[in-house]
């Protein structure tokens, strides 16, 4: 019995340990794509007319 719930404890730890380093790497990769997009954004500031 006691194999069984740590059984289940260790795949609930190695599915939570995933999908923190998926969401780490999503925020990540979010991030440096905002940070480029708004550069190209401030660099162009001048091309655009109001």
Known sequence: ME???YKTMSGAGV???IMGV???VVGIATGVLLIISGAK???GKSKILF
């Open 3 to 5: 194999e069984k719930v």
């Open 15 to 17: 599915a939570n340990i």
């Open 22 to 24: 998926v969401s780490l």
């Open 41 to 43: 954004l401030i660099s």
